[in-house]
């Protein structure tokens, strides 16, 4: 009733704030007569809309429906458990298919291309006779840039691919600095040719055909043959590189076949820097030093140590003592090496081995390895009484390099060989990284895992296509009865969507989503990381993948529970306020949530859903039936968000009217539809029926009105339908902004091209319990001229008007300013902004982001950012690592959020500031506005 409407907006605080500046005058302004008045107008614009006869729809088909309470933690273990289901699924296909391939390869040896007679190491080798035994089968050469594509011009299949792939056949990739015709890649082709048929058969074999994308062996020699076929991109390419991009793709230097065939590992660098080594020895020495610590993976550690004499050992840079090989570490790291030029003194290897070996006693790594590199002066000995006090089990492996072109050095490689290790010689800039590949063959244990007695190893990183990626592996090892080969690794891609389909199965309600963590802290699945956004990052830039970028707490240590719960993979929950993100990058809400964790067993992972607190009911919908009358929409005017709805050969948010016609016409003639979720199908036809009541109206809605030019209506059943001239109704965040609104309207700024703001009312539906649910949220788009106009008419005396959302973005100005993007108060006004934040009008936080820049382009980047349309609110600031806040060279700055939230209080407000920029004296005012978010 009007009175209930009356009483609400009594009691709820307005989130748009109408900032009033004046400039040099006294004057009081009637700003709470102001607000009332544009209250009013904002109510009379967004009456135009079909909200009031939708609520009424809402009403009469939901209103008291029984409902039901989410059990938060429930939810979780079954997800947990379906995820664990999976993992076992792809786990034993795998091991499957390793023994497939380990049978195949000795089934070859002594055959064609892999007989003795073409083996350049055996007695028996002959080139001629090869040349005439050796006939491998065709194959689709994956290289950049080659002329001869392994894919036609027509899409074969594109599904979880952006690029075009074939499902009729495999490709092989040879590293550069192999000849396509040497006899070890026509044998690779020859045993692995039939591996193409088991690829496929795993594929059409798969309980769900989500569960697993692309299969691949890369062998120990480099050369990868990969499933479905595509044509091949460049790894890292550089957009702006003043040279001809070179393919140094080789999979024995990639994340999942290093984590497979050496595990973990602690790598202690001794670099020597004493007086000997200068110039060209020491270039060669900085630059062996990072390729092999490009070579690490995130599950393993490192620390570098400086060799010279007492002035000049220790630790070398910023990092003091065991560190994980993150990406961002390693280059740090990385950069501290190439800077470091001052060297001199003596090179005294004892302080620096005892310094190396109380390390490894502190650390509980598989593999533990000590790299000596040196110049071998005449006067460099390392001394061999380290080793024998610390070092008599050799659990430490030892690889020592002479750098330069001096002599031998009997003594580097006695204390190589003496601890499992070898010595290798660089002496020119094309040794280093054949020499590194050395020791990274080496490192494999000489017990490899049975594939039957282990599991898979799960490694997360980009792919050579630029997606992130989860991989499965294991190691392809022949064995006879005197010795076992390492032949290579297999690898199989899970779908980066997989875990997302598998928590958006439960209906889970507005503002809830789920996310994916490893032993280590470090995001697997996250909402905030989509194909889209790791598509648009460029070769320079890195995601820091720790769950405490993407999670943010208040106080800012409260999510540490959490985090350290998950990584000791136990299962619990806890409620905490969080400021949680309704849009990537942009804006939050200052929410109270309950984090509910569990473990997916046989697995390193931990599964979190994260749910308003306390937890809302859902609603249980009716049966419901539609003819196909009823689907009246067009495909440019319907989406949905992707959920597995049912089991298909298609994606149902890739072709809406498709799914929805196939779900009617099912439905319609009683056909089964046991691959359906009839909680998620339910609410979808619900809501259908809702917006095909009235559809002429809401299609005519942006043309009759004259201050509207769209409005939509986004369910929380994943429905939206979008009626406007452009402006994109894809992934809007409105409906989780409108949860527990009550019946507000409410005004967000769009950054959208020509577009003001955005206003929004949540529909709703009392349960029989009488218990309020968000169902969905009905927005009209404001033109920035028609807000623009509501300002002016205000009546108010001032030299400048704000109209500020809750977040601290301007809505509209009467002065000229940009709001096509999302502009925040404190970049157009930064001394009042402080103000109003220091006299609790706004609670303010900086959250760390999880982008990594390299600094010298992060002012670039945050320019680009701007000119497309992003926050200016954005900034970079120095990597925040405790072990690199001490490192004057961190080479990276991390993205950074400012995020706000209008909490009312200090209201109304008056104040005068000093412009830093002009040193005049501004006086401001600020109120709230009745029934909105809104403050005048």
């Known amino acids: 009733?009007?009175?209930?409407?009356?009483?609400?907006?009594?009691?709820?605080?307005?989130?748009?704030?109408?900032?009033?500046?004046?400039?040099?005058?006294?004057?009081?302004?009637?700003?709470?007569?102001?607000?009332?008045?544009?209250?009013?107008?904002?109510?009379?614009?967004?009456?135009?809309?079909?909200?009031?006869?939708?609520?009424?729809?809402?009403?009469?088909l939901l209103g008291g429906?029984?409902?039901?309470?989410?059990?938060?933690?429930?939810?979780?273990?079954?997800?947990?458990?379906?995820?664990?289901?999976?993992?076992?699924?792809?786990?034993?296909?795998?091991?499957?298919?390793?023994?497939?391939?380990?049978?195949?390869?000795?089934?070859?040896?002594?055959?064609?291309?892999?007989?003795?007679?073409?083996?350049?190491?055996?007695?028996?080798?002959?080139?001629?006779?090869?040349?005439?035994?050796?006939?491998?089968?065709?194959?689709?050469?994956?290289?950049?840039?080659?002329?001869?594509?392994?894919?036609?011009?027509?899409?074969?299949?594109?599904?979880?691919?952006?690029?075009?792939?074939?499902?009729?056949?495999?490709?092989?990739?040879?590293?550069?600095?192999?000849?396509?015709?040497?006899?070890?890649?026509?044998?690779?082709?020859?045993?692995?040719?039939?591996?193409?048929a088991h690829f496929q058969d795993n594929r059409n074999r798969a309980s769900d055909p989500a569960l697993v994308t692309s299969q691949f062996l890369g062998s120990s020699s480099g050369i990868l043959r990969f499933f479905p076929a595509s044509d091949w991109a460049l790894i890292n390419q550089c957009e702006r590189c003043p040279f001809e991009p070179v393919d140094t793709y080789d999979a024995r230097r990639r994340p999942w076949f290093?984590?497979?065939?050496?595990?973990?590992?602690?790598?202690?660098?001794?670099?020597?820097?004493?007086?000997?080594?200068?110039?060209?020895?020491?270039?060669?020495?900085?630059?062996?030093?990072?390729?092999?610590?490009?070579?690490?993976?995130?599950?393993?550690?490192?620390?570098?140590?400086?060799?010279?004499?007492?002035?000049?050992?220790?630790?070398?840079?910023?990092?003091?003592?065991?560190?994980?090989?993150s990406p961002e570490n390693v280059l740090a790291m990385n950069k501290v090496i190439m800077v470091t030029n001052n060297t001199h003194g003596r090179a005294d290897f004892g302080p620096a081995l005892d310094h190396a070996f109380r390390e490894f006693?502190?650390?509980?790594?598989?593999?533990?390895?000590?790299?000596?590199?040196?110049?071998?002066?005449?006067?460099?000995?390392?001394?061999?009484?380290?080793?024998?006090?610390?070092?008599?089990?050799?659990?430490?492996?030892?690889?020592?390099?002479?750098?330069?072109?001096?002599?031998?050095?009997?003594?580097?490689?006695l204390v190589a060989r003496c601890n499992r290790g070898n010595m290798s010689r660089i002496r020119e800039y094309d040794d280093i990284i054949s020499k590194i590949r050395v020791l990274t063959n080496e490192l494999r244990p000489e017990t490899l895992p049975l594939p039957e007695d282990s599991r898979a190893f799960w490694t997360r990183y980009r792919d050579v296509f630029g997606d992130l990626v989860l991989t499965a592996s294991l190691p392809v090892i022949r064995e006879t009865n005197e010795s076992r080969e390492f032949v290579g690794v297999l690898g199989m891609d899970v779908n980066p969507q997989l875990m997302d389909l598998r928590i958006r199965e439960h209906a889970l309600g507005p503002g809830s989503y789920g996310f994916v963590?490893?032993?280590?802290?470090?995001?697997?699945?996250?909402?905030?990381?989509?194909?889209?956004?790791?598509?648009?990052?460029?070769?320079?830039?890195?995601?820091?993948?720790?769950?405490?970028?993407?999670?943010?707490?208040?106080?800012?240590?409260?999510?540490?529970?959490?985090?350290?719960?998950?990584?000791?993979?136990?299962?619990?929950?806890?409620?905490?306020t969080a400021w949680v993100t309704v849009q990537r990058e942009q804006r939050y809400l200052l929410r109270n949530v309950t984090y509910h964790y569990a473990p997916i067993e046989g697995t390193p992972f931990?599964?979190?859903?994260?749910?308003?607190?306390?937890?809302?009911?859902?609603?249980?919908?009716?049966?419901?039936?539609?003819?196909?009358?009823?689907?009246?929409?067009?495909?440019?005017?319907?989406?949905?968000?992707?959920?597995?709805?049912?089991?298909?050969?298609?994606?149902?948010?890739?072709?809406?009217?498709?799914?929805?016609?196939?779900?009617?016409?099912?439905?319609?003639?009683?056909?089964?539809?046991?691959?359906?979720?009839?909680?998620?199908?339910?609410?979808?036809?619900?809501?259908?029926?809702?917006?095909?009541?009235?559809?002429?109206?809401?299609?005519?809605?942006?043309?009759?009105?004259?201050?509207?030019?769209?409005?939509?209506?986004?369910?929380?059943?994943?429905?939206?339908?979008?009626?406007?001239?452009?402006?994109?109704?894809?992934?809007?965040?409105?409906?989780?902004?409108?949860?527990?609104t009550g019946d507000r309207l409410s005004l967000y700024a769009s950054g959208y091209s020509n577009t003001s703001a955005v206003a929004i009312r949540a529909l709703s539906a009392a349960s029989e319990e009488g218990v309020v649910s968000t169902v969905g949220v009905v927005g009209a788009v404001l033109s920035a001229?028609?807000?623009?106009?509501?300002?002016?008419?205000?009546?108010?005396?001032?030299?400048?008007?704000?109209?500020?959302?809750?977040?601290?973005?301007?809505?509209?100005?009467?002065?000229?300013?940009n709001v096509s993007k999302l502009l925040p108060l404190a970049e157009v006004q930064p001394e009042v902004a402080s103000e109003l934040v220091g006299g609790g009008v706004f609670v303010a936080a900086e959250l760390r982001g999880y982008e990594l820049r390299v600094c010298g382009l992060a002012k670039q980047r945050a320019e680009l950012k701007e000119s497309a349309g992003a926050s200016s609110i954005l900034s970079y600031t120095g990597l925040a690592e405790t072990s690199a806040a001490a490192c004057e060279t961190v080479p990276f700055c991390l993205l950074q959020t400012a995020a706000w939230q209008l909490s009312g209080d200090g209201l109304p407000a008056r104040g005068n500031v000093t412009s830093n920029c002009t040193g005049e004296e501004i006086q401001y005012s600020g109120a709230l506005v009745p029934s909105t978010n809104l403050l005048l």
Request: with cysteine; hydrophobic share 40%.
């Open 258 to 325: 290093l984590n497979t065939v050496a595990g973990s590992k602690f790598v202690v660098i001794l670099l020597d820097l004493s007086g000997s080594v200068s110039g060209f020895q020491l270039l060669l020495a900085q630059l062996a030093a990072n390729e092999l610590l490009q070579s690490l993976n995130e599950e393993d550690f490192f620390f570098v140590i400086r060799v010279g004499d007492n002035a000049t050992r220790g630790p070398l840079g910023c990092f003091t003592g065991r560190t994980r090989a």
């Open 517 to 576: 963590i490893d032993n280590n802290g470090q995001v697997v699945a996250h909402p905030h990381i989509s194909k889209e956004h790791v598509a648009s990052l460029s070769a320079d830039d890195l995601l820091s993948l720790d769950i405490s970028n993407f999670e943010h707490s208040d106080p800012s240590d409260a999510f540490d529970q959490v985090r350290r719960a998950m990584i000791d993979r136990t299962t619990g929950d806890l409620s905490l």
């Open 606 to 740: 931990s599964i979190a859903l994260v749910l308003p607190s306390p937890e809302a009911l859902l609603l249980d919908y009716p049966p419901f039936n539609l003819s196909l009358s009823a689907l009246n929409l067009t495909q440019k005017e319907i989406s949905l968000e992707k959920r597995p709805y049912c089991q298909l050969d298609f994606d149902p948010s890739a072709n809406p009217t498709q799914f929805l016609n196939h779900l009617i016409s099912s439905l319609s003639a009683n056909t089964s539809l046991q691959d359906c979720n009839e909680l998620l199908y339910r609410p979808l036809l619900s809501d259908l029926w809702l917006v095909n009541q009235e559809l002429p109206r809401l299609r005519n809605v942006h043309v009759e009105a004259r201050n509207i030019s769209g409005v939509f209506a986004q369910f929380s059943s994943g429905l939206t339908v979008c009626f406007s001239e452009g402006f994109s109704c894809q992934d809007l965040p409105y409906l989780r902004l409108a949860a527990g």
């Open 785 to 817: 001229a028609a807000l623009t106009e509501l300002l002016e008419d205000a009546a108010v005396q001032a030299d400048v008007l704000y109209l500020v959302d809750s977040s601290g973005y301007v809505v509209a100005s009467t002065e000229e300013c």
């Open 361 to 413: 006693e502190a650390s509980s790594e598989c593999q533990q390895i000590l790299v000596i590199f040196t110049d071998g002066d005449r006067e460099t000995v390392v001394p061999t009484e380290p080793f024998q006090r610390y070092n008599q089990s050799r659990r430490v492996r030892v690889f020592s390099y002479l750098i330069g072109r001096g002599s031998d050095n009997a003594n580097l490689e």
């Open 65 to 196: 429906r029984p409902s039901r309470k989410l059990n938060g933690s429930e939810v979780a273990s079954l997800i947990a458990q379906r995820l664990s289901d999976d993992v076992t699924e792809i786990e034993a296909t795998l091991k499957e298919t390793v023994a497939m391939a380990g049978q195949l390869y000795s089934d070859n040896l002594g055959i064609g291309c892999c007989s003795d007679l073409c083996d350049r190491q055996s007695d028996s080798h002959d080139r001629d006779a090869c040349s005439e035994e050796c006939v491998a089968p065709g194959y689709c050469q994956a290289e950049y840039g080659s002329e001869t594509a392994c894919i036609g011009t027509e899409p074969r299949e594109q599904s979880v691919f952006d690029r075009l792939v074939s499902f009729d056949e495999s490709a092989v990739h040879i590293p550069v600095n192999i000849f396509e015709n040497d006899t070890s890649v026509l044998c690779f082709v020859q045993w692995t040719d039939n591996l193409t």
């Open 1 to 60: 009733t009007d009175r209930d409407r009356a009483t609400a907006a009594m009691s709820i605080f307005l989130r748009v704030v109408l900032l009033l500046l004046l400039a040099g005058s006294g004057e009081q302004l009637d700003l709470e007569a102001a607000a009332g008045m544009l209250s009013s107008q904002l109510e009379d614009i967004f009456n135009e809309t079909v909200f009031t006869v939708l609520q009424g729809h809402t009403t009469d």
